[in-house]
């Protein structure tokens, strides 16, 4: 047992003297702060970002888009400042905005409407149409309303009855509900946390991490099919899979630590901290087994190779980084819990 603690040791130290060993660490707290700073939208509501400089006008227009008796397709919020809307459709969290003037109604009154609304997008943002037609179709409504509430009391007999009126007949039929009859069902595209096994697991910066920890192991290994492996040939079976795995362990030991450290610090409320390290661990070692018995499998690295780069881009698709596919195909997840990354983010 001693041999073997030495011998980890030793790998350990010849990692901490590698490079390489540091650059995979920036690329994991690079990629992970990239993805911290993004947003893949799935089921969420999109949000839209408002930046009412118009007072009470622009109270009206929200209040109208935020009344839509439950359905959630899209979340109004009010922006705080330019900068604030800009940053977050540049960074993905919105997927549009929209910036209400302070003379607005001044506008409107004067009939000068053209480039009235500076509208926020980006060339990713795939709902920016239609919202703007929800946007728009608030502002004429205010509009109308005040149309109706300026109209002149000497073209009728009792102006205040006929104005009532008209308001009530206008909010009739620009709501839509009696005279259209539409009616909102909401269906949820994926699964909830109370379904249990069909939850959605996907979570990018755990995801992100652990497939890149995995590639790594993979790599690592490569380098035993060339001179380094000669050593580990010549040790008997059980002694030779103990040291491939030991290998292995301290191969990505220091980028393992630096990606744990880079998840607390990054997403730390989503899981408590104990589960979380134990999760990671269990994975670590999960992933340098399966890398340590893969291995055996190749005796070249011109044909191992090729196959860890396929592995990277099936760990994105097939594992739940980004979107859970077994949602919608189930048989994925028995597919895909093979590999340790997806195993690791079914496992939390």
Known sequence: MGVYFVRFLLMVKSRLKNPFTYVWVLLIFFTLFLVSRSVVPLENPADVYILNRSGEYGERILDLLNDEDGVTAYRYIEAYDEESLREAVRNGSAHCGFILPEDIEDRIGS????????????????????????????????????????????????????????????????????????????????????????????????????????????????????????????????????????????????????????????????????????????FVVLSCIWSSVFVLFFRKSESYFPVVSVLLFVCFVLCPVFADVSQYIPVIRYVSGVLPPAFYLYML
């Open 111 to 282: 009939g000068d409407t053209k480039k009235m609304i500076t509208m926020v997008t980006s060339v990713f943002s795939v709902k920016s149409a239609a919202v703007r037609e929800r946007v728009f179709a608030a502002l004429f409504r205010v509009m109308n309303i005040d149309i109706v509430e300026g109209a002149e009391k000497d073209i009728f007999e009792d102006p205040e009855i006929v104005k009532d009126y008209i308001r009530e007949r206008y909010e009739h039929y620009s709501s839509g509900k009696d005279v259209f009859g539409i009616e909102y069902e909401y269906v949820k595209t994926s699964g909830s946390e109370s379904s249990g096994y069909m939850k959605d697991s996907s979570d990018p910066l755990r995801g992100c991490t652990s497939v890149l920890i995995f590639i790594l192991g993979l790599y690592s290994g490569g380098a035993l099919l060339g001179k380094k492996g000669t050593f580990f040939k010549s040790l008997g079976k059980t002694e030779r899979f103990i040291s491939i795995f030991l290998y292995e362990l301290a191969s990505v030991l220091i980028p393992a630590v630096a990606g744990i450290v880079s998840i607390r610090l990054l997403d730390p409320s989503k899981e408590g901290l104990l589960r979380d390290v134990v999760c990671f661990a269990v």
